[in-house]
């Protein structure tokens, strides 16, 4: 079996930890019946010995298979890494969600993806990331007694994703611990009707406003602080018709939204402008989780 992921945006400013939107740009596993075990990562990690010891799709691929079998069977895995790494663009998301539907499909069940996502749950314990990567699109997510919900929007053809990728990976542990504790009333009220506002404004096309919609008083400024460039990345990608720049995820990568016309030459902007770091337009996914 071949499964392809996408990788995702989650947050997109105010929207901490419930929003999120899926990119055509994939991670993809092959797995094989084998009669023996092997493991081999082309791409991100290729040169890990970590990631071939401690394979964290490894492990979650024969828990469930044990847990579904009452056995463990030899298994070859083949990784195509495309994700960057630790760079918030989901590829630990990516990999839960493909371990776990990689397990049921080798066991022989096909379930539906809110099955999937709500195993995945208990790996990550947000959904602003597997969500998308499992359903694709914009998708609001809100988790019930160890259970997501979540509300999915295809997005146009005629948008685009800029991203900017920088050199430096963020730990999403460690960006966690430099956000407060505590949060003001105002603030708090702040995040909440912007979030509300983004939301309406994906489901409403209403793309305009996406700028004032994506402003975040919660966890941009302390993150992007641990590496300043991003100041930058944010103003000039609204200088040059972005029409919202938020960091992705927990960092280090930008997620820039562009109308598809005005996408190459954004992307052009920012190359020039941040050689250093890499720079990708892409389309948006709109199917998530794919088996072949």
Do not use: W
């Not at 740009?25 to 092959?30: G, M, P």
């Not at 094989?32 to 490894?58: A, D, H, T």
């Not at 056995?71 to 630990?92: A, E, T, Y």
């Not at 049921?104 to 947000?126: D, Q, W």
């Amino acid at each position: 079996m071949k499964i392809l992921t996408p990788a995702t945006s989650a947050n997109l400013g105010p929207g901490f930890d419930c929003l999120g939107l899926a990119l055509k740009f994939f991670n993809e596993v092959r797995v094989e019946k084998s009669p023996f075990f092997s493991i081999s990562i082309k791409g991100e990690g290729s040169e890990s010995l970590y990631l071939k010891k401690q394979n964290i799709f490894v492990k979650i691929f024969n828990e469930i298979y044990e847990r579904l079998n009452g056995k463990r069977d030899n298994f070859r895995f083949i990784f195509q890494n495309n994700i960057p790494l630790s760079r918030g663009l989901g590829s630990s998301s990516a990999v839960i969600v493909a371990a776990i539907a990689a397990a049921f499909h080798m066991s022989g069940f096909r379930p539906e993806k809110e099955s999937i996502l709500n195993e995945a749950l208990l790996y990550e314990n947000h959904p602003d990331n597997i969500a998308p990567a499992t359903l694709g699109g914009f998708v609001c997510s809100v988790v019930e007694k160890n259970r997501v919900h979540s509300i999915k929007r295809d997005i146009d053809e005629d948008l685009r994703g800029v991203i900017v990728v920088p050199n430096v990976s963020m730990s999403t542990e460690k960006s966690r611990n430099v956000l407060p504790k505590n949060l003001s009333f105002d603030d708090g009220v702040f995040n909440l009707t912007h979030a509300s506002f983004l939301t309406a404004c994906f489901l409403e096309k209403r793309y305009e406003l996406l700028r004032l919609a994506s402003r975040d008083k919660l966890h941009e400024f302390k993150r992007m602080q641990t590496l300043p460039e991003l100041f930058e990345v944010q103003k000039f990608a609204l200088q040059n018709g972005a029409l919202m720049s938020t960091l992705s995820g927990s960092g280090s990568s930008f997620f820039n939204l562009a109308y598809k016309d005005g996408a190459e030459f954004l992307a052009k902007k920012m190359r020039d402008k941040f050689r250093d770091f890499r720079t990708m337009c892409l389309e948006f996914d709109n199917e998530g989780l794919e088996i072949c």
